[in-house]
């Protein structure tokens, strides 16, 4: 692992029923860059991912994370190590208003106990209305606040994945991975996620895209591609482009 | 201003029921208060946090049993045996959801039931402790400054002021970065575990203040009744407290309430038509979860929602 890497996946194989998804997949992250893996469909991209999150455990290889084996961490313990996801369907909670979302979102920076909050303590309350100030600053940053008081579940799909975003962003995680984030997105939105995306990047925050959407991938500085389970290819994308392998696989020339 | 004359006319009306209504209305009012406690802790986890338990019956029984116990056979205090009981039950949550919460969906809703079985079984076999089908009887009438509650009237005024309490407490729940997370890993359990939410722990959590619940109320219903047997603690009660939760709204705390008053008035209600009693309150059940899908207090609170919504914005 380089110095500046925040993540590494060493030689992580993974199989299904006697199916290899996986096999032996290598690349790395470096810290604060958008970095993009691509492939086409049944690539083993979600499968990676999944693995990388920790809802997933990989048959052979390990992941590293900021110098650290993370393999056998649960999804909680990343995210509170600050590597957090996005989903390829929205996960809004769907009944709870925008502004709740992403009061929830704060959850890993606040610290108060079942107890206090079932006896309304004055620390959960103060605890309370700093989730509500960081929410209300999320909403104002991501221009979710027209729809603060909607229900998550209730509005486009568009409007979905920013929440899902802007509560990902809450706490100011330090490797951001996003799963297809512009599916079901039309061509303006996904021009706005890119702008959110490069902004996020240029306050320090290191992002990993996961894509088939070769628009979106333009933000990333090195992409990695992957197919049937291997990388095929990695730099930037004008070469990657141009790479026989990434032209036969996504072309079939 | 309108909304605290409300309130003052409700707790007036409250403070004034036992002055007016018959010994039998209070007493159903009593076991109204009652099933609002343990009613409470079901509702909790299915609005809340997406379980389905049928296992309340159990912890009801044991903080009953606990407390008849320790006041009869052990002659301790009220309050020993009320802590005793709730002792009891969190240690039977925690023990036994650990590894039942790792299931979900109707699994652990069938896994609930078992438990409510195999709890309704032991009452009946441990006669040893539980007093089999004979029962424990002699449990004597709290006592609060220096008052005997050991009448309708009087213990309408504890147990509903307790109940109170809770509602008011778990609406602080609700409203903290622990509700927020319950009803996160309800509506997307993938999505809050992201969020550092440890989806397991939470679950085992719920669990077990919802079996303190139960066992608040039982205990509260031994000193009530002064008697108690397995009848009261059988699959039925089980299944009469998620009724209560889901007709009720167990989205909205005050759902609890309504829920509670519905499943012990109806039927007396509708005792008056004979042996058709049964039938007629299964199809109000039917009707209400036909059109009542989110329960009757779901249903005022969207009311209220789209009252809110339709007024017009004050000026300036």
Not at chain 1, 192 to 212: K, P
Not at chain 2, 94 to 113: I, N, Q
Not at chain 2, 304 to 315: N, S, T
Request: positive net charge; contains cysteine.
């Amino acid at each position: 692992m380089n110095v500046g890497d925040i993540l590494e996946v060493r030689g992580v194989s993974r199989s299904f029923s006697g199916l290899r998804v996986l096999n032996g997949v290598s690349f790395a992250v470096e810290q604060g860059s958008i970095t993009g893996l691509i492939g086409p469909n049944g690539a083993g991209k979600s499968t990676l991912f999944n693995i990388v999150s920790g809802f997933l455990e990989a048959d052979a290889g390990a992941v590293v994370y900021a110098g650290m084996q993370i393999s056998r961490l649960s999804v909680q313990r990343r995210s509170r190590l600050g590597l957090v996801r996005s989903f390829q369907t929205p996960q809004v909670f769907a009944h709870l208003s925008v502004r709740e979302n992403l009061m929830a979102g704060c959850y890993k920076h606040t610290r108060s106990g079942m107890l206090a909050n079932l006896l309304g303590t004055p620390g959960s309350r103060t605890e309370l209305a700093r989730m509500q100030r960081e929410a209300q600053s999320a909403c104002e940053r991501f221009g979710l606040t027209e729809v603060s008081e909607r229900p998550a579940g209730k509005l486009p799909a568009g409007q979905q994945r920013l929440v899902e975003l802007a509560r990902a962003c809450i706490g100011r995680p330090r490797l951001l991975c996003l799963d297809e984030p512009s599916s079901g997105l039309n061509s303006e939105e996904v021009a706005q996620l890119m702008q959110s995306l490069q902004r996020l990047n240029r306050e320090g925050m290191s992002i990993l895209l996961v894509s088939h959407d070769m628009e979106l991938v333009t933000v990333a500085s090195v992409v990695h591609v992957l197919c049937f389970g291997e990388i095929i290819a990695s730099g930037p994308l004008e070469r990657i482009k141009a790479h026989p392998r990434v032209r036969e696989a996504y072309l079939g020339t | 201003m309108l909304g605290w004359l409300v309130a003052l006319i409700a707790l007036g009306l409250w403070a004034g029921v036992p002055a007016f209504a018959s010994r039998s209305v209070v007493d159903m009012l009593v076991f109204a208060g009652l099933y609002t406690i343990a009613g409470l802790g079901v509702s909790f986890l299915l609005g809340q946090c997406g379980i389905v338990s049928l296992a309340q019956s159990v912890f009801y029984g044991i903080g009953a049993y606990s407390t008849a116990f320790c006041a009869t056979h052990l002659g301790w205090p009220a309050p020993a045996g009320f802590a005793a009981g709730m002792a009891l039950s969190g240690g039977v949550a925690l023990a036994v959801g650990w590894p039942v919460l790792r299931l979900s969906g109707y699994f652990l809703a069938l896994a609930t039931l078992a438990l409510a079985i195999i709890g309704h079984v032991l009452f009946t076999e441990w006669d040893w402790l539980t007093g089999g089908t004979l029962g424990i009887g002699g449990i004597p009438p709290l006592a609060l400054f220096g008052v005997r509650l050991d009448s309708p009237q009087r213990f309408y005024y504890l147990v509903w002021p307790v109940a109170a309490l809770l509602l008011c407490l778990h609406r602080n729940l609700l409203h903290s970065r622990t509700g927020f997370a319950m009803r996160a890993m309800r509506d997307a359990p993938a999505a809050a575990a992201v969020l550092g939410v440890n989806i397991h722990a939470l679950k085992v959590k719920v669990f077990v203040l919802s079996a303190l619940l139960g066992a608040l109320a039982g205990s509260l219903f031994a000193h009530y009744v002064s008697f108690v047997s397995v009848d009261s603690f059988g699959v039925d009660r089980a299944i009469g407290f998620l009724l209560l939760a889901v007709l009720g709204g167990a989205r909205t705390i005050a759902g609890t309430v309504l829920g509670a008053l519905f499943i012990t008035v109806m039927p007396h209600a509708l005792s008056g038509f004979g042996d058709i009693h049964a039938v007629l309150f299964a199809l109000f059940l039917i009707l209400a979860v036909i059109f009542l899908p989110e329960g009757f207090g779901g249903a005022l609170a969207g009311r209220l929602a789209r009252r809110r919504a339709a007024r017009p914005p004050a000026a300036g």
